[in-house]
Structures are given as structure tokens and as C-alpha cells.
């Protein structure tokens, strides 16, 4: 069922009402496209949008244990955006890049601490951007922008889930890039230093990126005269790839290291039967990593290292983008959920993927967050394959 809001703002938008009537509460939405084409259909000349990448098909090699497409899950479980049944021809949208004039940034902070932030125009319509909505609770916020702080120009790219460390290496990580690409990178608007995280920080310094323009605690509204959103598919991967090439340890040796991630420290989703597992990659020379030991730094390092690695899914298998091309990546996806966003990761990043399963312990209302445990002699057959890969 979808929520109030929804409803309150698509009739908002379908009768052209005046977001006064509710108190600001619900605004229409545009797309910066479509916004373009309103102020142009004006006769005004503000507000521009460009593609910088059109929409394509991407064709992704099957995993390397899988030897029909048909083989592969057809589901796409709850938000996640494409099954793996997708993966092998892969539809992504275009990359593109918008200026819009005389707007409002604005941000709404839950009782948790976490921040939801809103683009706005002049006229009073929410500028759609992935990530970023405007909710009710951004009213207050819009009600105080005549007594905000202005810039000139800034560029902002972020959205929710910014400070998930996977989110952050596949989605914003590749906006960073396309600032850098298109000349926009020195402007760009920050959320206050309290909201980012030690990686989100450590990605920004080693991009060499100035962060001048961040946003204070007590400050809820911006205005920037002209202000560019900038918008990459990451699984498109040249700009992954291209980051990698920045930030990964050259190292004149060629990569060695096996690593299998634990989530033994991990307060959810662990392995159970881990201690029979374990023996199996250590018999074959791997090295069993807790990446809650490694600074961001040093985790870049040892992926630079790593021409095998396997894990459970979750959020730190985004390191996976660190590892130099060619290399084995195996995971024990649960199938209760079968995210295949690990697998287009892997393929954009011109890794080998095979694909692995784990099984649900028990059944938590929060599935995704389940215990789970592997069909050790399953592990062990592709590990033998990926061994057979490696000494070939």
C-alpha cells in the first residue's frame, strides 16, 4: 500500500494546486529534464540538462559456475532494482548532468540522526533526484529560507543511505567522479562533518576534493543561485574502474593474497557453520580477514593485493572494487534475497563471479538480517574450481 503522502502529492501535481494550501507539506515533482523544458517553454533561459551517456545494454558474462542464463534466479526481491536473470544484459539509464537556478537545498533530520534531504525551485517544486525527496517535514525548513545562507554556485550529489559503505563505493563514489569529469568537483555542497563518515571523508581526501562548502548542524535551508546536479549509473563501471586506478596501492608484485571476509564480529547475518567452512580456504592457502580490524586505507591496500575473494553478502563487499581487473570473486549470496547488485558490481569492475549460496537459520522478521549457513561440500567444489583458475 502506498503511502499518504504519495497520494497528497500526486494530487498536488495532476490539479497544479498551490503548495500553500497544505502548508508546504506536498509539492509537485519534476525531474530536472522535464523542469528544463518548463522554464524554457517560458521563454527563460535558466536551467539546463545534458546527457552526458545515453541509455544503454550492457552484456555481462555469466557467472563462471553457471552455464545458462536461464539457470539464474528470475525474482527481484523487494527494492533492489534488477534480478540476476538481468544481469547478463543489463539496461542501465543515462548518465547526465543539470544546472538549475535560483533553488533551495533543504534538510530534515528524523529522531534517529538521519538526515533526508530535498531539492527545491524557486517556484516551489521538488526537483526529483535519486536519493533525494521532499517530505512534509521539510516544510518547516522551507518556511525559513528567506533568512538562509546563499552561495553563488554548488554542486550536490548526495541522497539517502550516503554512509552505507557499499552505497557510498557504488553510487557516490561515481557522482564524485563525474563532478571531477565535468569540472564541477570544487563546489561541491557537503552535509555537515558530523553526518559523514570516517570512509565518506577518507574517498573525499584521496580524490583531492576541497571540502569548503559543508553544512553546519543548526542549519537546515541553503539557496544557491545556480546550482548542478550530476547523476552516473554506477554499473556502467569506467568510472569505478577509473577510481580505482587512483586510489589502489601500485605494488610491484602481482596480486597473491586469497581473502575470506568474516562476519564474526558481525552483531547479524554471520555464518554459523563457519568453523567448518573456515578449514576449507585455509587447506588452500586463504587468509580470513575481519574488515572492522582495517581502517579504509588499509583495506584499499589489501584489495590491491587480492586476486581471490569470497564473503557473505553484504555491505563490505563493495571493497570488491579495489581489486585489480581479472580477479575471483565468490559469493555466498542468501537466497532469500539474492541481491544481484554484487554480481554487476563484479562484472563492472572486469571480475570473475561465481555464485555461491547460503541458507536462512531460523526467520527473523528482518530476514535480510537472518544468520544463515553453506553447503560445505557446494563450497568447496567451486573453490577447487577457482583454484584450477588461479594455476592455470
Known amino acids: 500500500m502506498r503511502p499518504f503522502q504519495y497520494y497528497c502529492n500526486r494530487i498536488v501535481q495532476e490539479f497544479d494546486l498551490p503548495p500553500w494550501l497544505f502548508g508546504y507539506r506536498y509539492l509537485p515533482i519534476v525531474h530536472p529534464e522535464d523542469y528544463t523544458k518548463r522554464v524554457h517553454s517560458k521563454d527563460e533561459t535558466k536551467s539546463t540538462f545534458k546527457i552526458v551517456e545515453p541509455e544503454t545494454v550492457i552484456k555481462n558474462a555469466l557467472p563462471c559456475n553457471i552455464d545458462n542464463a536461464n539457470k539464474l534466479c528470475l525474482k527481484r526481491f523487494e527494492n533492489y532494482p534488477f534480478a540476476f536473470s538481468d544481469v547478463p544484459l543489463l539496461e542501465v539509464g543515462p548518465t547526465w548532468i543539470a544546472t538549475i537556478y535560483d533553488c533551495y537545498i533543504l534538510r530534515y533530520r528524523d529522531e534517529w540522526k538521519n538526515d533526508f534531504y530535498a531539492i527545491v525551485s524557486s517556484d516551489k517544486r521538488s526537483i526529483a533526484y535519486p536519493g533525494v525527496v521532499y517530505r512534509p517535514e521539510h516544510a518547516q525548513s522551507l518556511r525559513r529560507s528567506k533568512e538562509c545562507r546563499n552561495f553563488e554556485k554548488g554542486t550536490w550529489l548526495f541522497g539517502m543511505w550516503y554512509r552505507n559503505y557499499f552505497l557510498w563505493l557504488l553510487t557516490y563514489v561515481s557522482r564524485l567522479m563525474l563532478a571531477m569529469e565535468t569540472g564541477c568537483s570544487d563546489e561541491i555542497l557537503f552535509p555537515g562533518e558530523s553526518a559523514l563518515s570516517s570512509y565518506n571523508i577518507r574517498t573525499i581526501e ?74 576449507i580456504f585455509k587447506r588452500m592457502g586463504w587468509q580470513k580477514v575481519c574488515m572492522e580490524d582495517l581502517s579504509f586505507d588499509d583495506q584499499i591496500k589489501l584489495m590491491s593485493e587480492t586476486r581471490a575473494f569470497s564473503s557473505l553478502n553484504g555491505a563490505g563487499f563493495g571493497n570488491i572494487i579495489f581489486m585489480p581487473k581479472g580477479a575471483h570473486v565468490f559469493e555466498l549470496c542468501n537466497e532469500e534475497i539474492m541481491s544481484a547488485s554484487f554480481y554487476a558490481m563484479a562484472c563492472a569492475m572486469d571480475h570473475h563471479y561465481w555464485l555461491g549460496k547460503s541458507f536462512l537459520v531460523g526467520k527473523d522478521y528482518r530476514y535480510a538480517f537472518d544468520d544463515v549457513i553453506v553447503d560445505i561440500h557446494a563450497v568447496e567444489s567451486i573453490l577447487n574450481l577457482i583454484e584450477y583458475q588461479l594455476t592455470k
Open 206 to 279: 584521496r580524490l583531492k576534493i576541497p571540502m569548503k562548502n559543508i553544512m553546519p548542524y543548526d542549519e537546515v535551508v541553503w539557496h544557491v543561485d545556480r546550482l548542478t546536479l550530476v547523476h552516473d549509473e554506477p554499473f556502467r563501471g569506467n568510472r569505478l574502474r577509473e577510481f580505482r586506478d587512483i586510489v589502489s596501492c601500485n605494488s610491484p608484485r602481482p596480486p597473491w593474497r586469497k581473502v575470506f571476509v568474516s562476519r564474526e564480529k558481525a552483531q547479524y547475518r554471520r555464518l554459523v557453520n563457519q568453523d567448518e567452512v573456515w578449514p
